[in-house]
């Protein structure tokens, strides 16, 4: 039998909390025997929703009392250290006391990343953890790098986001030799800002990563490239805007089919393609954003996750842990500097 992945699933955190979260887990352990998910948060709520689900094994999913709550809108700084006994904090310290090997949340942004550096820690070497989630493309997803942790970054930090993103994408992913482009407003590489212009060719001389050079916004969806590196202001507009529009397109193309009695004939004939289409485009088929270069795993969903992002970042857990990923980023990440 395999190893058992212990996964913490944050059950107070997020929109749709406890019912989503709690859903999730227990879908995960009915479809894979190598998991077991801990959940934190207030046991007797936890322990009402799971009685929904009589047929689950039981042994595979436990329960770790948190009486508190940490709230989106709470300063993210003041509520780690005040609330002690909150889901994200008690589940946090598992993976730091190594009880449990990854922690995934729906909660409070800003609450699990403080909390990921701050009680996790960061791998040595690491400047910066950035957060990074897998964004759907043409010809199958990119890792965004960083969407939403470092808001004012160095060119230093871009060079380790672009060396992780290659890591999980060719282990996790497992795109092998993974195409790593820096976000800019032109192709040609005397354009940018300041920052991207004194990373560009950081990047180039960088070794051990296929720098392929800038990408501008328009081609990410096209999949021009696999690792897309930023600072969090504009990996975050990126990420938003993308989600945004494939929301508008989506109930955009749905009313046009049934516009009339000819479209809707139509629809049908055409919609168990474009449902399987669609399905690529849908952002919880590939998990959280993990939170890359901790000493554990720390993966964050969205706030509005239901049952089948939590379920597939539970299943990101599993790979991650299964790859060694936080062992060779730290490994990639202090390897002496080559001499010329």
């Known amino acids: 039998m395999a190893e058992l992945v212990k996964v913490v699933v944050d059950a107070m955190g997020g929109d749709n909390a406890p019912v989503e979260p709690i859903k999730g ?3 995960a352990v009915k479809e894979r025997t190598d998991i077991q998910v801990i959940l934190t948060g207030r046991q007797q709520v936890i322990e009402k929703e799971l009685a929904k689900y009589p047929d689950y094994p039981k042994d595979r999913i436990r329960i770790v009392d948190a009486s508190e709550v940490i709230e989106t809108a709470e300063p993210p700084v003041y509520a780690i250290r005040k609330k002690k ?5 008690v589940g946090l310290n598992m ?3 190594q009880e449990a090997d990854a922690f995934v949340s729906s909660g409070s942004t800003g609450a699990v990343l403080v909390g990921g550096q701050v009680i996790v820690g960061r791998s040595k070497g690491v400047e910066r953890p950035p957060l990074a989630p897998l964004i759907p493309t ?3 997803v990119a890792l965004l790098i960083d969407c939403g942790a470092n808001v004012d970054a160095r060119p230093s930090h871009l060079v380790q986001f672009a060396k992780m993103g290659s890591i999980y994408m060719e282990h996790v992913v497992g795109v092998k030799n993974p195409r790593v482009a820096i976000v800019n407003n032109g192709a040609e590489e005397e354009k940018g800002n300041a920052l991207v212009k004194e990373t560009f060719p950081l990047l180039k001389e960088c070794q051990g990563i ?3 050079g800038s990408i501008e916004a328009r ?4 999949g021009y490239a696999d690792v897309i590196v930023c600072e969090a202001f504009v990996g975050n507009v990126i990420l938003k805007l993308y989600e945004g529009v494939g929301a508008t397109l989506i109930k955009k193309i749905k009313e046009g089919m049934m516009s009339s009695l000819r ?5 049908l004939l055409v919609k168990p393609a474009l449902k399987e289409t669609l399905k690529t485009f849908d952002a919880s088929e590939h998990g959280g954003a993990p939170l890359l270069g901790l000493k554990g795993l720390v993966v964050k969903t969205h706030g509005s996750a239901v049952a089948v992002e939590i379920k597939n970042a539970i299943y990101q857990c599993v790979q991650f842990k299964q790859q060694k990923i936080n ?5 990639r990440l202090n390897e002496p500097a080559k001499q010329e």
């Open 95 to 97: 993976v730091k006391k």
């Open 263 to 267: 479209s809707k004939i139509g629809a």
């Open 210 to 212: 296929n720098f392929i």
């Open 219 to 222: 081609d990410i969806p096209a």
């Open 327 to 331: 062992e060779k980023i730290a490994e």
């Open 85 to 89: 006994d909150s889901s994200i904090v």
């Open 138 to 140: 043409k010809d199958g």
């Open 25 to 27: 887990a227990v879908e």
